[in-house]
């Protein structure tokens, strides 16, 4: 059976680093926008073209544009057998994108279909967010407070002096998952209702979240 996988969490949830650590295990092909979008934009495919146009602007792309990359991703064949699906839906809206794209896609297979949420208390969101600091130079990422760095302040692969991003403080981190739990919260209530949502306690270290993640999927 085609095993498709949607990963849900807030920013600084540890989503990222464990949906790369799922798809080595299990093969499945991660897809995450970012990637999907630049990919689509060097393949320069018609899509791409369009969203370059946007992109060069300094605009989002819209949201048809991205739903006709996400098809045509989702369509390769390194997805046939399944797929890790990151960083969209966001919302009700692309949600019901996502639905529609699934729907033609997967005409002619049987697929289990997971949503996983990663929860995480948003208190402990703004601590990592607060205590990260980055490296200039390798773009490795820190947490000053739960890691022991071999030099205080500077980078543990190339001992280059830590930054803070700007956007890195209480204030504004705790507008950004105001904003993203409100755009979020109906797109986790359809997936509920639907029983396709997966919660994952994603507080703890990088190991024990990946134990909680290997064990619901
Ligand atoms: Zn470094």
Same mark, same amino acid.
């Given at each position: 059976?085609?095993?498709?996988?949607?990963?849900? /969490?807030?920013?600084?949830?540890?989503?990222?680093?464990?949906?790369?650590?799922?798809?080595?295990?299990?093969?499945?092909?991660?897809?995450?926008?970012?990637?999907?979008?630049?990919?689509?934009?060097?393949?320069?495919?018609?899509?791409?073209?369009?969203?370059?146009?946007?992109?060069?602007? /300094?605009?989002?792309?819209?949201?048809?544009?991205?739903?006709?990359?996400?098809?045509?991703?989702?369509?390769?064949?390194?997805?046939?057998?399944?797929?890790?699906?990151? /960083?969209?839906?966001?919302?009700?809206?692309?949600?019901?994108?996502?639905?529609?794209?699934?729907?033609?896609?997967?005409?002619?297979?049987?697929?289990?279909?997971?949503?996983?949420?990663?929860?995480?208390?948003?208190?402990?969101?703004?601590?990592?967010?607060?205590?990260?600091?980055?490296?200039?130079?390798?773009?490795?990422?820190?947490?000053?407070?739960?890691?022991?760095?071999?030099?205080? /302040?500077?980078?543990?692969?190339?001992?280059?002096?830590?930054?803070?991003?700007?956007?890195?403080?209480?204030?504004?981190?705790?507008?950004?998952?105001?904003?993203?739990?409100?755009?979020?919260?109906?797109?986790?209530?359809?997936?509920?209702?639907?029983?396709?949502?997966?919660?994952?306690?994603?507080?703890?270290?990088?190991?024990?979240?990946?134990?909680?993640?290997?064990?619901?999927?």
């Amino acid at each position: 059976m085609k095993k498709e996988l949607i990963m849900v /969490g807030p920013p600084a949830s540890g989503k990222g680093t464990q949906t790369k650590k799922l798809a080595e295990i299990t093969g499945l092909k991660h897809v995450d926008t970012g990637s999907m979008l630049r990919e689509a934009v060097a393949s320069e495919s018609e899509a791409g073209k369009i969203a370059k146009s946007f992109m060069d602007k /300094g605009q989002l792309v819209p949201v048809d544009i991205v739903a006709r990359i996400i098809k045509e991703r989702l369509s390769k064949d390194d997805c046939k057998n399944g797929f890790i699906l990151d /960083g969209f839906p966001r919302s009700l809206e692309q949600a019901e994108i996502l639905d529609k794209i699934l729907k033609e896609i997967d005409e002619n297979n049987e697929v289990d279909l997971k949503v996983i949420y990663f929860d995480i208390p948003v208190d402990n969101l703004v601590d990592r967010i607060v205590n990260r600091r980055s490296c200039p130079n390798c773009g490795a990422i820190f947490n000053i407070k739960t890691m022991k760095l071999k030099n205080d /302040g500077k980078c543990d692969n190339c001992n280059t002096e830590l930054v803070q991003r700007a956007d890195d403080n209480e204030t504004t981190a705790k507008s950004r998952f105001n904003t993203y739990f409100e755009q979020t919260a109906p797109l986790i209530d359809l997936y509920n209702k639907r029983g396709i949502l997966v919660k994952i306690k994603a507080l703890g270290t990088i190991e024990e979240v990946f134990e909680n993640l290997k064990v619901v999927i």
